[in-house]
């Protein structure tokens, strides 16, 4: 199999599309309507326990809605197991097996056969220069650093090579430096890609920095949804500016925020 890293199936831009969604873990009650536009990157944000994950894992199909239908690209995968949705998901740890190399981690997302060829390993070896990890193929996830490794989950990612990726707080245990160099690797491989993001977030600055529409979930429902640059200024939903904290002039201060986004 020949594989390329600017990627074949992710080029096909797909909606995501909640259509009355409700589901529930006991007393938590959720229901969902929403859209994200094909190809744009959504800031998902919103109090702890407001369902931000929930919303992803229903969009993956880890959980099923108790009704309604998820749709992406207009396809309602209700049947669908997560394997095979077009999706790619990744979470804030545990993405790797621990006892899989690097390399094997990374084919993982384009076959659960783990008999590499030789075209196998150069398509593995294109996708973690891209990240940054070239050369570090035969490593244990143990002898990573906590930003390696999700360099290696981003990396499996491309390899995967689906439409829909979905973000669950990928970077929140990492510095500031480091979180800005991901934010900016997600973004790069979102011009390359052009997949339809969900990132889920609590920083208002990674928020900034690449989202182009925020979610804003409270108490199970999407309260409110828009361009990024609306809910960054004083027009901003109330509830939102009230959950960032507002600091006067613009909210959280975000005119000092670099705006990295290409
Ligand atoms: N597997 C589960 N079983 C039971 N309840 C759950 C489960 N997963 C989540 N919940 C509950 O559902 C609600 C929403 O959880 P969810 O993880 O989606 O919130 P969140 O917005 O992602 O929160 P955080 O920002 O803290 O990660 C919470 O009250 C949580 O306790």
Redesign the pocket.
């Known amino acids: 199999m020949t594989t390329t890293i600017k990627g074949a199936a992710a080029q096909k831009r797909l909606t995501v599309a909640l259509d009355d969604v409700s589901f529930s873990?006991?007393e938590?009650s959720?229901r969902f309507n929403a859209e994200f536009a094909a190809g744009r990157i959504t800031a998902i944000m919103?109090?702890?326990?407001?369902?931000?994950?929930?919303?992803l894992?229903l969009i993956a199909g880890f959980e099923t809605p108790d009704t309604g239908k998820v749709l992406i690209g207009g396809i309602d995968v209700g049947d669908t197991p997560p394997s095979a949705r077009p999706v790619s998901m990744v979470f804030q740890e545990n993405n790797l097996f621990a006892h899989l190399s690097v390399e094997a981690n990374v084919w993982l997302g384009r076959s659960p056969s783990l008999k590499l060829g030789d075209a196998d390993r150069i398509a593995v070896a294109e996708a973690l220069a891209r990240v940054g990890l070239a050369g570090k193929e035969k490593r244990l996830p143990r002898e990573l650093s906590g930003g390696e490794r999700q360099r290696v989950a981003l990396a499996r990612v491309l390899l995967r090579d689906r439409p829909v990726l979905l973000l669950?707080?990928p970077f929140a245990s990492l510095g500031p430096a480091l979180r800005e160099d991901m934010l900016d690797l997600v973004a790069g491989i979102h011009v390359e890609r052009k997949m339809t993001i969900l990132f889920?977030t609590?920083q208002p600055e990674d928020a900034r920095r690449i989202g182009q529409d925020v979610a804003f979930?409270d108490e199970?429902m999407i309260a409110a949804t828009g361009p990024a640059d609306d809910f960054f200024d004083r027009s901003g939903p109330d509830a939102f500016r009230r959950y960032i904290g507002d600091q006067g002039g613009t909210v959280a201060g975000s005119q000092h925020i670099a705006r990295k986004r290409t």
């Open positions: 873990y006991g938590s959720f919103g109090p702890s326990g407001s369902g931000k994950s929930t919303l894992n669950d707080e889920v609590h979930l199970g």
